[in-house]
């Protein structure tokens, strides 16, 4: 009959001998040796050497086809791989080792993840942990020949789940009771609008992409949400304003450059720059009486002009010659000076500019 053997706890690095006192290799047939930890293992019988990888199985023969012990069989010794650190674990290793005698043989003969026969693990139907340090690992996983200290599926008791590792790219998706759904990657994240249409993509090369025609909207102070920036299905760029009716534009130190609204677009700093040529400021100003006498008038510019258009008789029709002018050595932020050739006085449009 087969022989189940103490199990052997170690810790990562050491090296081990299975407990098989009272057995020489002549009365065995196989051994199978069980590794129920998250750490893989080297099993050396004499001259052979077998890699038993993390939460594997690994069935031995020490036998030759004609029943023979193989050439310089000896009983194993154990090594646990040291370039391992997994929390939680405390860096300790479980071998469970079967002994089959002459004429037995391991249910299973092939080596393999834990799971099947020889061994019959349970389907847990739920996971409790309780009364534990916090991150504490509660779930640990990775396939053959993975070795990350990490693993490929991690969670601990507080609550830090990481999933993939340097070798496997990890994904968790989403779905619902319609074809809706969010896919998440590594360095994506996809959402598929109920229909199963793109929606939204956040992308860490690309960046954020919405779907067409439907809107970026931002909240105001009451927690309304307002559309603010969509492609519509015409394929139209469209901004739209708040409750406060605006949109401005700021440099980069939260001064503003401009302002949109329904009256129109305000310049607050900068120029309105042309093919050649810009314009910072312009206002007209209705001047009701020049005359021959030179005197300053204000110009309702803000600064000091660059240069002043003049219309003589502004607003008035008449057949008569009138001319008028200004004095732009004497321009103030204020004022500038004006002249007519009326020595009764003539209505004069002031367009005064600032470059």
Known sequence: MSIQAPDLTVSASAVLTPNVEGYNTDALNWVDLVNASAFPMTAQFGNLIFPIPAWYSYPVSL????????????????????????????NIATLHTTLYLVGETPANTQPGP????????????????????????????????????????????????????????????????????????RNDILMLNSLG???????????????????????????????????????????EASIAGDIQMLDNTGSAIATLS?????LDEGTLAFLAGSISRIKYTHIASVTTVAAFQNHNLGVAPDFCFLIPNDGVLTTANFSAYYESSSMTSTQVKLQSNSAGGIPVGLIAVKL
Not at 115 to 139: E, H, Y
């Open 63 to 90: 036998r030759d086809g004609t029943g023979k012990l193989l050439p310089g069989i000896q009983l194993p010794k154990l090594t646990v791989a040291a370039a391992q650190s997994i929390p939680g674990t405390a």
């Open 114 to 185: 834990l799971g099947g026969s020889p061994i019959n693990l349970a389907i847990a139907t739920s996971l409790t942990n309780t009364g534990n340090p916090a991150t504490t690992p509660i779930l640990f996983a990775e396939p053959v020949g993975d070795s990350s200290a990490g693993g490929s599926v991690s969670l601990t008791n507080s609550g830090v789940m990481t999933l993939g590792d340097a070798t496997y790219n990890s994904s968790l998706t989403l779905y619902g009771t319609d074809a809706a759904s969010i896919a998440f990657q």
């Open 197 to 239: 249409s793109f929606a939204i993509e956040l992308n860490a090369a690309r960046g954020i992409q919405l779907g067409n025609n439907l809107p970026l909207q931002t909240s105001d102070n009451t927690g309304t949400a307002h559309n603010t920036l969509v492609q519509d299905i015409g394929n139209h760029i469209k901004m």
């Open 262 to 266: 329904a009256s129109g677009i305000t």
